[in-house]
Structure formats: C-alpha cells, structure tokens
Nanobody
Framework: QVYLVESGGGSVQAGGSVRLSCVASGRTPSTYGIGWFRQAPGTAREFVAAISRVSTVTYYADTVKGRFTISRDNAKITVYLQMNSLKPDDTAVYYC???????????????WGQGTQVTVSS
C-alpha cells in the first residue's frame, strides 16, 4: 500500500505559477513511478505528468508541455509539479497517483491521493 498526500493548491491569476507537492508513504514508495492527473467539473480525469522512480523518464500531456515541470526528491519521498503560465483551463482538482512503473502511472495508477484544488482566474 502506498499513501499519497497532495498540497499546494490554491487560487492564482492567469499567467501565474503554483507548485504542488505530493508526499508518498507506505510500502517502498520511492520505488514507484508517480504522476499527476486533474479533473475539472463535468469532465473526465486526465493525465498531466509522470516521473519514473529515479527521475530518468518523464511524460507530459501535450496541453501542459513547456509550462509544467514534474520532479521528485526521493530523500523526502516527495514529487513536485511546478505549474507556470497558468490558464483558466488549468482549473481543476489535481490528484497525485502512483504505480509500479512510470508507464503504468500514465494509464492505470494503483494508488491515488485525495486531490488539491487549483483555480486560475482570468
């Protein structure tokens, strides 16, 4: 079992930046690929970004490439999502997710956090 707790959400104006954090705990969380998804009201949850356990591989959704950066600190067992140049369309609940491989994170995560709200106003 891996437990994930997100933090760092809030309200920001368009063009601004927010950094989300996901702290992992439980059974060997540093060995898992970890990523971020988001869900806006009335829409399906969508993949945002993922990072492999030793940070050698990252994946991004096309909608966030060049604006968002995922990173991790295995000493702190924390994954970060730095979000720059935010747009109102980025408004959503952001969820941290984990799976045994980074590829699996992008499609079928095994574990989820509770989510943190990010609101971008125009």
């Amino acid at each position: 079992q891996v437990y994930l707790v997100e933090s760092g959400g809030g309200s920001v104006q368009a063009g601004g930046s927010v950094r989300l954090s996901c702290v992992a705990s439980g059974r060997t969380p540093s060995t898992y690929g970890i990523g971020w998804f988001r869900q806006a009201p009335g829409t399906a949850r969508e993949f945002v970004a993922a990072i492999s356990r030793v940070s050698t591989v990252t994946y991004y959704a096309d909608t966030v490439k060049g604006r968002f950066t995922i990173s991790r600190d295995n000493a702190k067992i924390t994954v970060y999502l730095q979000m720059n140049s935010l747009k109102p369309d980025d408004t959503a609940v952001y969820y941290c997710a984990a799976a045994q491989t980074v590829v699996a994170v992008t499609t079928t995560p095994d574990y989820w956090g509770q989510g943190t709200q990010v609101t971008v106003s125009s």
